[in-house]
């Protein structure tokens, strides 16, 4: 085992610059842990004028590289939250000085203010997980924008654990990222990325999260590998490691609809919009929505609540498909969470979208009507209202 860095440090770095920082690592921290260490942050001294922060929970860890001027090399542990806390009310402009003390944690100094920061002794932070080899390249704004597209439909309910996270499949045709809380699921596909060996994982929703918030602020290419059990990423100078879920994700090819015979395109915005008005009256339990598709080319959105509230709203329609009733009859009348139709309109980028569907008992499949590079695919489960 390789020896630890010494403790004595001290360096200083620009308040703005650390600010950065510490705003990424703060989505690392689990605030209900009962393992006191993992509430700090790891600094450590890399090079005359590079630090390594680091911050973990034991199953996401990040760690990131930020320049300092380094008067004595070593490593400390302070405390994450509050370093955070500080650093917010301090000027951007300035410098902040860290020296290490003797008994664990640091004093904070910046300009006429200082902070003794109390932490455990540097050793007592755990082991981190080493990279695997196998990387594979893929744009950031690639990974960026496949999370956005399907990170909202990730269960929140703790007892389905297999759901608590996205399904990452590449090989020789495409990347696949795929979610699914069991009422409706997204899948973002890249074509034009693909691997000689296949690799499928689960990766937790925490995990994808700060991959997603990295991968938005970098424009270069991002590496990912994965082993028995962790998928690393490497964001430019940033490298982020998750254990991967365990347990077998639902077959969702069976789940995509085959016999959706009729379909309605739609102004993403207008749409968005109207069902954002109209869902203010919807129970505030169910948040159950009616859609009235008819066939003189009108949606008619309906809203109503328990104490008698109702909204109703009309947005023009492309409306495809056979019409076998007369024009002002309804074609379909069907129910959903309004919250999950909006999640799906929100995850597609386009000026566009279409809704196929076959009856008010069967998905439906929302999907940008011009595909671009990134393929993106929301199915919705109906329910009675």
């Not at 320049?67 to 301090?90: H, R, W």
């Not at 050793?123 to 999370?147: D, H, N, Y």
């Not at 948040?287 to 066939?295: E, G, I, Q």
Request: charged fraction near 20%; proline fraction near 5%; hydrophobic fraction near 40%.
């Amino acid at each position: 085992m390789a020896k630890r860095a010494t403790k004595g440090m001290r360096f200083k770095i620009k308040v703005q610059t650390l600010l950065g920082q510490l705003a990424l690592m703060s989505g690392i921290e689990d605030r209900r842990t009962s393992i006191p260490v993992l509430h700090n942050l790891s600094i450590v001294s890399q090079a005359p004028n590079t630090i390594k922060l680091t911050a973990t929970d034991l199953d996401v860890t990040l760690t990131c590289q930020a320049e300092a001027d380094i008067t004595e090399p070593g490593s400390i542990l302070v405390p994450l939250k509050k370093l955070l806390d500080i650093t917010k009310t301090l000027p951007k402009i300035a410098d902040i000085t860290f020296q290490a003390l003797e008994q664990g944690g640091a004093q904070v100094t910046c300009e006429r203010a200082s902070f003794k920061l109390v932490a455990p002794e540097f050793e007592s932070f755990p082991e981190l997980p080493k990279p695997c080899e196998g990387a594979i390249q893929i744009p950031a704004s690639t990974v960026a924008s496949m999370i956005t597209s399907t990170i909202f439909a990730i269960t929140d309910e703790a007892s389905r654990y297999t759901l608590s996270g996205a399904k990452v499949e590449i090989d020789q045709q495409s990347l696949r990222m795929v979610t699914t809380d069991g009422h409706r699921l997204a899948k973002s596909e890249d074509k034009t990325t693909t691997a000689q060996n296949p690799i499928e994982v689960l990766i937790p929703e925490k995990a994808l999260a700060a991959l997603g918030r990295l991968c938005a602020a970098h424009d270069g290419p991002v590496t990912f590998a994965a082993d028995e059990n962790h998928a690393h990423f490497n964001v430019g100078s940033s490298v982020l490691t998750a254990r991967l879920l365990y347990g077998q994700f639902p077959d969702y090819k069976m789940v995509f609809p085959k016999d959706n015979t009729r379909s309605f395109t739609a102004d993403v915005a207008l749409f968005r919009d109207t069902l954002r008005r109209v869902s203010l009256m919807a129970d505030e339990r169910s948040h159950s929505v009616r859609l009235d598709v008819k066939n003189n080319g009108t949606l008619t959105i309906i809203a109503t609540n328990s104490e008698g509230g109702q909204a109703v709203e009309d947005l023009p329609i492309n409306l495809q498909g056979d019409t076998t009733t007369p024009s002002d009859d309804v074609a379909l009348s069907i129910g959903f969470n309004g919250t999950f139709v909006l999640e799906a309109l929100a995850s597609i980028n386009a000026d566009q979208a279409t809704m196929t569907f076959k009856d008010a008992n069967s998905q439906v499949m929302i999907i940008p009507t011009i595909p671009s590079t990134i393929e993106i695919a929301n199915v919705v489960m109906p329910m009675r209202i």
